[in-house]
C-alpha cells in the first residue's frame, strides 16, 4: 500500500539558517503530494503542494518538488525564522483513495533566535 | 469564510464508555474525513464522508462509526472506549475528494 517516509527528528536549526526535510514516498498509482504543518495545539494547516512530476509547490519561502524518479518531495527553505517552529508531516493522496491522505510520521522544528 | 470547526475540544471519558464527536466544514464543502493522531502511530486516516455516504474508510475497528448529515456535517462514534482510544482527533473538509482538504483544530480525547 501507499506510504512515506521522513526523515528523523527532531531538527534544531539557528535562525537564517537552511532547512532541508526530507520526504520519500511508495504508491501504486500518481499520487497528489503534500506539505502540512502543525502548530502547537492547533490542527494541521496545508502549506504546499504538487499534483504532477517536476511540479514545484511553494509558499511562505517554503519550497519542494516533485521527484518522480526518486520518489521524493523534500521540503527546503534558504531562511528559517523563529515563527517557523512547529510539527511538519509530508503526505500523499492516491487519485483512487478519494479524499484519503497518507501522512509520514512528521517531524519537529525547532528555531533559535 | 469560517474554518472547520469541531466540538467539544476537550473530552474525558472512563473505559467502556462511547463518546460522540461532531464537525462542521467550511460551508460549500461536501467532503468530511477524519483521522487519529497520536504519539506513537501518528496520523491514521479514519473514515471519509461524500454527501452522506462513507467513501472510503481506514483500518479501524467497527467501534469506529461516522456518519453525514444533509448539512455536510458529520460525527463520528466510538464505542466501547479503550486506553488506546486517547488521541487527538481531526476532522478536514473539502470541496470533493480531490480538492484541498482544511483541517480543524481537532477534539483531544482522554480515556481513563
Known amino acids: 500500500g501507499d506510504s512515506v517516509t521522513q526523515m528523523e527528528g527532531p531538527v534544531t536549526l539557528s535562525e537564517e539558517a537552511f532547512l532541508t526535510i526530507n520526504c520519500t514516498y511508495t504508491?501504486?498509482?500518481?499520487?497528489?503530494l503534500f506539505w502540512y504543518v502543525q502548530y502547537p495545539g492547533e490542527g494541521l494547516q496545508l502549506l504546499l503542494k504538487?499534483?504532477?512530476?517536476?511540479d514545484k509547490g511553494s509558499n511562505k519561502g517554503f519550497e519542494a518538488t516533485y521527484r518522480k524518479e526518486t520518489t521524493s518531495f523534500h521540503l527546503e527553505k534558504g531562511s528559517v525564522q523563529v515563527s517557523d517552529s512547529a510539527v511538519y508531516f509530508c503526505?500523499?493522496?492516491?487519485?483512487?483513495?478519494?479524499?484519503?491522505?497518507?501522512f509520514g510520521k512528521g517531524i519537529t522544528l525547532s528555531v533559535r533566535p | 469564510k469560517a474554518g472547520v470547526t469541531q466540538t467539544p475540544r476537550y473530552l474525558i471519558k472512563t473505559r467502556g464508555q462511547q463518546v460522540t464527536l461532531s464537525c462542521s466544514p467550511i460551508?460549500?464543502?461536501?467532503?468530511v474525513s477524519w483521522y487519529q493522531q497520536t504519539p506513537g502511530q501518528g496520523l491514521q486516516f479514519l473514515f471519509e464522508?461524500?454527501?452522506?455516504?462513507?467513501?472510503n474508510k481506514g483500518n479501524f475497528p467497527g467501534r469506529f462509526s461516522g456518519r453525514q448529515f444533509s448539512n455536510s456535517r458529520s460525527e463520528m462514534n466510538v464505542s466501547t472506549l479503550e486506553l488506546g482510544d486517547s488521541a487527538l482527533y481531526l476532522c478536514?473538509?473539502?470541496?470533493?475528494?480531490?480538492?484541498?482538504?482544511?483541517f480543524g483544530p481537532g477534539t483531544r480525547l482522554t480515556v481513563t
Open positions: 460551508s460549500g464543502h461536501r467532503s
Open positions: 504508491a501504486t498509482g500518481y499520487p497528489s
Open positions: 504538487a499534483t504532477k512530476a517536476d
Open positions: 464522508y461524500f454527501s452522506e455516504t462513507q467513501r
Open positions: 478536514a473538509s473539502s470541496l470533493a475528494g480531490l480538492y484541498e482538504q482544511y
Open positions: 503526505a500523499l493522496s492516491d487519485p483512487g483513495a478519494n479524499s484519503k491522505l497518507t
